[in-house]
């Protein structure tokens, strides 16, 4: 007897509701979200990521941040991201509709990032932090990106972008300055743009108490 027909029947419908499954009900239900307008200020949330911190983007891919951190707050109940200050709230399929390539990583050896631009963390921490993650996090296993920086020294006035207050072994010889280089400035503006606090309809947070 020829199988072939019976063969290729069930090739295709098994390719058929693979992509059904995969493609078609992941476009149906997440495909069309766009970002949405605040009734209030009329802005449109999320927001666009500036110039710079687009670079950042670039900078934290190439270093492979992303083996270290995830950029997704999982919500009450799955794990404790909210109790490690994470985030307020779960992250939804809107937080992500700027970003044209998704960094939402699967290691966690270092805390989740999604929100770190809005902890109170500033840019002088950063880069110490990059530096030499023992000078603000003593104890870290994050490896040190010190090739960030260069120790250069002073021409004429100093430069107002000049690392202070850097322990004996980072600071530099008499009549220079550590200063981050353009792939340091645009990594840290990269990690300073990282909130995402607005709450959309779709993300209340689902905990114990009936939402907030
Ligand atoms: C080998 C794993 C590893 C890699 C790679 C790594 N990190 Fe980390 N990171 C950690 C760990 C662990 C911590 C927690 C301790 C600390 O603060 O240093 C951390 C903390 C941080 C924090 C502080 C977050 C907070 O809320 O306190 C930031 C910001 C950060 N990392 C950014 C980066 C960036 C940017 C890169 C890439 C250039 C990177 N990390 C690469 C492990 C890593």
Redesign the pocket.
Known sequence: MNKGPLLFLGIFLALAFSWTGIVLTNHLTVGRIGTYVDADTGTAFPQAVPGLARRGKL??QE???I???TQQVRRPGFGADDLRG?GERQSVPRDYVQQERLLLGTMR???D?MN?GA?P?NADW?YK??LD?QL??PG????P?AFLFETRKIVGQPSPKAIQGLPPQYAPPPGHEVVPSHRAEA?VAY?MSLKHEFDYPESIPVNVSGGK
């Open positions: 900078v934290y270093l492979g941040c083996y270290c951190h994470w050896t270092g805390p990032l770190v902890r963390l950063h932090h990059l993650p603000t996090s870290s296993i994050m490896p990106f990594l990690l």
